[in-house]
């Protein structure tokens, strides 16, 4: 049975996309087929992680979204990062990164009704163990959407009260949308905290487990999206956390 997470903040710059593609190559690199799509339309950067630009995205969500394409010629096998010796899979469907594309969607819009039948698409073609969506941050109709369908939505937040405040709505839908699943993690929190006290604080306040938390890390802000950091420093105390966290994903 495959399932489809949601990664959500309610806040753009909590780590979010970075949290997601790290998550999915840990998952894929346990021997897992997964696929992440860039849900976040307006203002897409995921794809950076994996090394893409505009010069070598063909296809992306846009093309599907707007009918010229199955979503599926949009998904790019980006399994060689995973440098694996199993047989995982990893796969990335990207927004478009183009100014005009970018316009459009502002400009018209699309219909929201299509992810659906392009999530399941994608499960059906790539026999995928794990669907994960990069949301756009805040709620609107797109988000609405990807949670609704979700098995699990990981809401994203650091530890600062307009991020506190923001993902208290955010749950509160979440809850009246039934999702089987809500996970927290906590993201950028600076090293002089109590780690389990700040873990502890957050469960209280909102009554949903908190899956880790991950520290401000120099290393990832110096690797500055330039690759996965999972990958690149697996030994690493915040690759670590992002392990046991998803470990929580799969139900380990």
């Not at 010796?85 to 459009?104: C, F, V």
């Not at 018209?108 to 669907?131: A, C, K, P």
């Not at 906590?186 to 487990?209: G, M, R, T």
């Not at 030994?235 to 380990?252: F, S, W």
């Amino acid at each position: 049975m495959s399932k489809i997470i949601s990664v959500h903040s309610y806040r753009g710059g909590t780590g979010k996309s970075n949290t997601t593609a790290n998550l999915a190559s840990i998952i894929a690199r346990d021997g897992n087929r997964v696929g992440i799509v860039d849900t976040d339309i307006q203002s897409p950067g995921i794809h950076v992680l994996f090394g893409f630009s505009e010069n070598n995205m063909n296809r992306c969500l846009n093309d599907y979204l707007w009918g010229r394409c199955p979503i599926s010629d949009a998904a790019y096998d980006v399994t060689s990062m995973l440098k694996l010796r199993g047989k995982g899979s990893l796969y990335l469907i990207p927004s478009s990164i183009k100014a005009g594309e970018i316009a459009r969607v502002l400009r018209e819009g699309y219909d929201v009704g299509l992810l659906t039948d392009g999530f399941q698409e994608l499960i059906d073609v790539l026999n995928l163990d794990y669907l994960f969506i990069d949301t756009h941050p805040g709620l609107n109709e797109e988000t609405l959407l990807s949670i609704t369908i979700s098995d699990i939505l990981l809401l994203i937040l650091r530890p600062d009260q307009q991020d506190f405040q923001g993902t208290a709505v955010t749950v509160d839908v979440a809850r009246k949308l039934e999702v089987p699943k809500i996970l927290m993690t906590i993201n950028k929190a600076p090293e002089s905290l109590d780690f389990d006290d700040l873990k502890q604080q957050v469960e209280n306040v909102y009554s949903i487990p908190v899956a880790g938390v991950l520290p401000h890390s120099d290393k990832m802000m110096l690797l500055a999206s330039k690759g996965v950091f999972a990958l690149n420093y697996p030994k690493d105390p915040l690759t670590e956390v992002v392990e046991g966290i998803a470990k929580q994903v799969m139900g380990r």
